[in-house]
């Protein structure tokens, strides 16, 4: 079953979007197991994205890792972007055909990084908002985002120091070059 990304002229606002929970935790710890989800959408041929992550232990610049692929009818090819409170740490783009994980520093500039915190009846949580320009998606994947376009991806928490980790989609493997195989479908629709 596919997930749906929703695509609009406006503005739509965070709290009108599916919210994408990560239910899958690959530790023993009670402390990693940590609230967090994703939102997105698609605006202007923009991607724009919003983590929600209830940890008060963040770590900084390496806490999640988004795995995508925004053209996968064409390419083996994903990127890997370890960010985190305190703004993006890497972005690599991973061959599966080859192994190869490749940085790109070239294209940070083509990625807008927002992270902010805040309270709520839950607790203190933190927000890292990520908006992919239209110049980025056609530089790196050759696609303009429209209605039914797919794209592929799994969100990670990661738990600097330690083995264990939460996914949005089911994983069994630490290697990066490997994180390909457990994206999951996601088609984007009209608002």
């Known amino acids: 079953m596919q997930k749906i990304i929703y695509t609009s002229p406006y ?25 967090c989800y994703l939102k997105q959408y698609v605006h202007n041929g923009k991607l724009k994205l919003c983590t929600f992550c209830f940890d008060r232990e963040a770590a900084g610049k390496n806490d999640l890792q988004l795995c995508f692929n925004l053209n996968p009818e064409e390419t083996s090819d994903f990127i890997v972007m370890e960010f985190g409170i305190d703004g993006i740490f890497s972005v690599n783009e991973v061959s599966c055909s080859s192994g190869n994980v490749t940085p790109r520093e070239d294209i940070l500039q083509e990625i807008s990084y927002h992270s902010f915190r805040s309270n709520d009846q839950q607790g203190f949580y933190w927000c890292g ?10 530089n790196c994947f050759n696609t303009v985002l429209k209605e039914k376009s797919i794209i592929v991806m799994n969100l990670y928490k990661i738990f600097p ?9 089911p994983d069994d493997v630490n290697n990066i070059s490997d ?13």
């Open 129 to 138: 908002e990520i908006t992919l320009s239209e110049d980025f998606i056609k």
């Open 161 to 169: 120091g330690k083995k264990d980790y939460a996914s949005l989609f």
């Open 11 to 35: 503005k739509i606002d965070w709290d009108a979007q599916s919210a994408f929970k990560l239910t899958n935790y690959y530790t023993d710890d009670e402390n990693c197991m940590v609230f």
């Open 179 to 191: 994180k390909g195989n457990f994206m999951q479908e996601f088609v984007i629709l009209n608002y």
